[in-house]
């Protein structure tokens, strides 16, 4: 029974025996039933086995899960810390009603069906009163695929609002401009150069699935690059490590790109077959003949100011290094794999062309779609069809996509506060979702006071597994399970293939092994701690309750096909799914002599069979295009489709809206019918027609636009420095890890990392106390010199600074206590105390040995939204300057009537809609909740 094995073969799983390590050096045997689950600590979704103890019923420990497609049994430190997210001795285990003032700590312990017919009783009114627009959900981790969509579409509500701007509106913006997805999807195992534009290894967007790839293809030879101001370890394991001045990256990449076309090394026959080179010409140089031979002189042209010597000057990196990185990257084609998601597109005003400008790289090399190239996340990333749904909204909510943002890829999440204050709306049911805004985003104090205010925020519900700082001024706080606790779809474009995950409640599956009776009348919140329940099923009883006869036409949408007149159930609702729309499982299941649904509980992924190699070169037959008009450029428009070209300024309109979802099927390439991509030319733009009709002529093609933090105008010979908020350890989680004591016993400390000559020109002590003063406040955190950071930036890792009001609950291992007090416009956060140990049902407690908790310095940023893309732009133009007499390590001040005038200076920056066609955004642009076409007139 004690044979060695890399992971416990699938076959044993609901019976494994192993040796207990923690009774060695006696031998005693321990059983278990293993459940596989997913990881729910970042958005990689990792697959995860809970080791259930059979004596106990008590899960033991989390490892990784071997049959997962993209994790492929590993996980990263944050996987087995959800142990430790289930046990902790703080979390909320039953829901909660406010019974004071908000923020005054006074909570009722309430039952989940009070809870559930109070709330619905206040969406109901607002439904029937016309208030569809004061219902919003706002989430930070989705960790799951369109099933929320569908409660807020069966509602009739154009609620939805993410975190996505302060996370990868920027890249995403990028990315659709060349191909029409928003996320790249690299094929790191297969590439031959790597290129990362971030700390890609220890903190990438797939963390652990991205970084064993790179790490293998190292291993076999591919050469890594990284682009980061500060030598992490991405950096140092890489091998050129180039520290750009931040914000000058996409001129760094467009001098390379320059350089591959003056060398020839670009591949010219995929720009002439798949790039929209004839709109380049025709809007750049109409003058020139309209022939790809005019092509390269125009791009040597169009780009002749980045050369590799201008670029040393504005970027930092020598000319030479630029012209090696040139020539490695020229000598793979078809191999180059690339990724930026946060990092520069993140911290900086225009970091959308960053994106932009390394998938030009991409486009150069011809390595789109490649192995070991960057394909679109839609070729990568799958989801399953939900078993029913609302047809699409006809109701536009301004509250998150404003008139002023047209093009902005997600909902205007940070301007929430400024908008309800500025009295474009209320809320009265606000739901936030494992969020944490007033620790998370931008300018936390104007979340506070929008937030304690019942007229702009009626009712206030988190719905959250941790106690947190919004939570904390919530009216109901309604405990949500951890990835061990709820069900989830989820899929990403982890690596060339397509896969589904499926999150399980595991002690729920453990009863079902185990022959408890587990039915369709079961709910989850019996089985997990306390009374902590999952969203899905939440979800499907809120919707019985907000319309009980079915007279608002919500009911029918939760209601079971199987049980008519009863609400569905999980087990439906996943069933029907992995029967009826995963290509593959249907027979996979047959072959092991199980349901779809049963295999996904045993297994917990599967691999959707297939080749996604470059699928836009897929060969489109006669009948798709049946009906269809070919337009000059070859592109076969179905009649009343969006993104129909026809050089007019109406472009992208016609008279009539097309439904959604009726793209063009095909593009004739050499005589060909091809898929190609999904863009309005249905190829690769180089000159985006649709930034160009939508007010940003200028942005049309890759460029640099200079950073709010653009070195050059700052003051560096005095002590303005640039701050560099943003970056990620690998052992922290945004908001949740304060709830693991493994992570923050490793990670709960994030000094400011500043280079010793710095340090010395502004009189900077080792370890000494520095305050950071920013456009709206200031803070002040400690120092560590270090030579791993390009002098003129500093940087402090954005995981820290947690805190709490109260001096018992929010504890946890990370929250330090503070006072807050608060003087008109002004805030002031001071510590009153660190981390110290304390007794509780977990021994662990006791033995806290660290004190420091961290500054919570995004509260003193105020909203820099980019005017296209909505991205927050995180990097600030900061004085950096010895701490004052009085200061203390922690203190935040911060004054909310500078922060209003920084919200309308960015705002002034905007290019507001209509765009053609009197529309409030392209009809093509990726959106959730994406309303029928009629809804995008702005009337
Ligand atoms: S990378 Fe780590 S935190 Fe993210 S899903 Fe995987 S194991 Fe969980």
Redesign the pocket.
């Known amino acids: 029974m004690t044979e060695l094995s890399a992971y416990p073969p699938h076959d044993r799983w609901h019976d494994w025996h192993e040796l207990d390590a923690r009774a060695w050096p006696r031998k005693v045997e321990r059983h278990y039933t293993l459940v596989p689950t997913t990881?729910f600590?970042?958005?990689?979704?990792?697959g995860l086995l809970a080791y259930i103890d059979q004596d106990t019923g008590r899960i033991d420990r989390f490892e990784g899960n071997p049959e997962h497609p993209a994790?492929r049994g590993r996980?990263?430190a944050?996987?087995p810390a959800t142990l430790n997210q289930v046990d902790d001795p703080e979390r909320v285990l039953h829901p909660l009603k406010r019974a004071g003032e908000r923020g005054s700590g006074r909570w009722e312990r309430i039952g989940w069906d009070r809870a559930l017919d109070e709330i619905a009783a206040r969406i109901r009114n607002a439904l029937t009163e016309g208030r569809h627009h004061e219902v919003m959900y706002h989430v930070g981790r989705p960790g799951e695929d369109g099933y929320t969509d569908r409660v807020l579409k069966a509602w009739g509500v154009d609620g939805h609002n993410s975190h996505t701007n302060v996370c990868s509106s920027s890249a995403r913006l990028g990315y659709q401009s060349w191909m029409g997805f928003d996320r790249p999807s690299s094929d790191f195992a297969n590439a031959e150069v790597i290129f990362l534009i971030s700390s890609h290894l220890e903190a990438g967007h797939?963390?652990?699935?991205h970084a064993q790839r790179i790490i293998e293809a190292q291993g076999k030879g591919a050469t890594v690059i990284c682009v980061d101001p500060r030598l992490s370890n991405t950096g140092s394991k890489a091998d050129h490590w180039l520290p750009a001045w931040p914000g000058t990256e996409a001129f760094l990449l467009l001098a390379i790109a320059r350089l591959l076309i003056e060398a020839g090394t670009w591949q010219r026959d995929f720009v002439r077959r798949w790039v929209n080179w004839q709109t380049f010409l025709a809007e750049e140089y109409p003058e020139r003949p309209c022939e790809f031979a005019s092509v390269e002189q125009a791009l040597l042209d169009h780009y002749s100011e980045y050369t590799p010597e201008r670029a040393e000057h504005v970027t930092g990196i020598a000319a030479g290094h630029i012209r090696q990185i040139a020539e490695v990257i020229g000598a793979h084609p078809g191999r180059f794999s690339s990724h930026n998601w946060r990092a520069a597109g993140a911290g900086n005003l225009g970091g959308w062309q960053v994106a932009r400008c390394l998938f030009f790289l991409n486009v150069l090399t011809a390595s789109v779609g490649t192995r070991g190239g960057t394909s679109g996340n839609g070729w990568n990333k799958f989801v399953p069809t939900a078993p029913k749904g609302a047809p699409p909204l006809g109701r536009w909510n301004e509250l998150s996509w404003p008139p002023e943002y047209p093009l902005a890829h997600h909902e205007m999440s940070i301007l929430l506060p400024h908008f309800l204050n500025e009295g474009r709306a209320r809320l009265d049911t606000y739901f936030s979702r494992v969020y944490n805004p007033v620790w998370t985003n931008p300018d936390g104090f104007a979340w506070l006071e929008a937030l304690k205010d019942p007229a702009k925020v009626g009712c206030h519900v988190a719905l959250t597994p941790t106690w947190s700082e919004t939570a904390w001024f919530a009216d109901y706080v309604l405990p949500m399970g951890v990835g061990a606790e709820r069900h989830d779809v989820a899929s990403f474009e982890t690596h060339a293939g397509r896969w589904i995950g499926f999150r399980q409640p595991v002690l729920r599956r453990y009863a079902q092994i185990t022959g408890q009776e587990v039915d369709a009348s079961s709910r989850t919140h019996q089985f997990n701690p306390g009374e902590v329940w999952e969203e899905n099923e939440f979800w499907i009883d809120l919707s019985w309750r907000i319309d009980p006869d079915g007279s608002l036409g919500i009911r029918r949408w939760f209601e079971s096909d199987e049980r008519p007149g009863e609400p569905i159930g999980v087990d439906e609702y996943y069933g029907t799914m992995f029967a009826e729309s995963v290509p593959g499982l249907a027979e996979a299941a047959a072959t092991a002599g199980q349901s779809p649904l049963e295999y996904m509980r045993d297994r917990g992924a599967f691999a959707v069979p297939g080749d996604t190699y470059q699928p836009y070169e897929r060969a489109i037959d006669e009948v798709a295009v049946a009906g269809c008009h070919r337009d000059e450029l070859g592109v076969y428009r179905r009649p009343g489709t969006a993104g129909t070209f026809d050089g007019s300024p109406d472009a992208y309109v016609r008279t009539e809206l097309a439904p959604l979802g009726d793209g063009s099927p095909a593009v004739e390439i050499d005589g060909e019918r091809k898929e190609g991509f999904p863009t309005p030319s249905k190829k690769l733009e180089l000159f985006s027609t649709t930034l160009k009709d939508w007010g940003w002529p200028e942005y049309s093609t890759p460029t640099w636009i200079p950073s709010h933090v653009h070195w050059e105008d700052l003051d560096l010979e005095g002590d303005e420095r640039i701050l560099l908020p943003t970056f990620r350890i690998p052992t922290l989680?945004h908001t949740r890890s304060a709830n693991s004591k493994w992570l923050n016993e490793i990670s709960h400390r994030h000094p400011l990392w500043i280079h010793p000559s710095d340090a010395e020109k502004l009189g900077i002590p080792p370890e000494g106390l520095v305050r950071i003063t920013t456009r709206i406040g200031h803070f002040v955190i400690t120092a560590w010199r270090t030579e791993g950071i390009r002098p003129g930036v500093v940087a402090a890792s954005h995981h820290m600074g947690r805190w709490r009001t109260d001096g018992a609950k929010g504890r946890s291992w990370s929250g330090g206590r503070v006072e807050i007090v608060n003087d008109g416009s002004t805030w002031t956060m001071r510590r009153a105390e660190g981390m110290h140990p304390y007794p509780s049902d977990d021994a662990d407690t006791g033995r806290i040995w660290w004190n420091d908790a961290g500054v919570h310095q995004n509260l003193a940023f105020c909203v820099q939204p980019d005017p296209v893309s909505g991205m927050q732009c995180w990097h600030q133009r900061v004085r950096v300057t010895p701490a004052e007499p009085g200061d203390r390590y922690g203190d935040v001040v911060v004054d909310t009537s500078r922060s209003r005038e920084a919200y309308l200076e960015w705002l002034a920056l905007t290019r507001p809609a209509p765009g053609p066609g009197g529309l409030r955004r392209p009809l093509w642009y990726a959106r959730p909740l994406k309303p029928e076409a009629s809804a995008y007139r702005l009337t």
Do not use: D, L, M, T
């Open positions: 990881c600590n970042c958005e990689a979704a990792c994790s996980n990263c944050k996987g797939y963390f652990n699935p989680i």
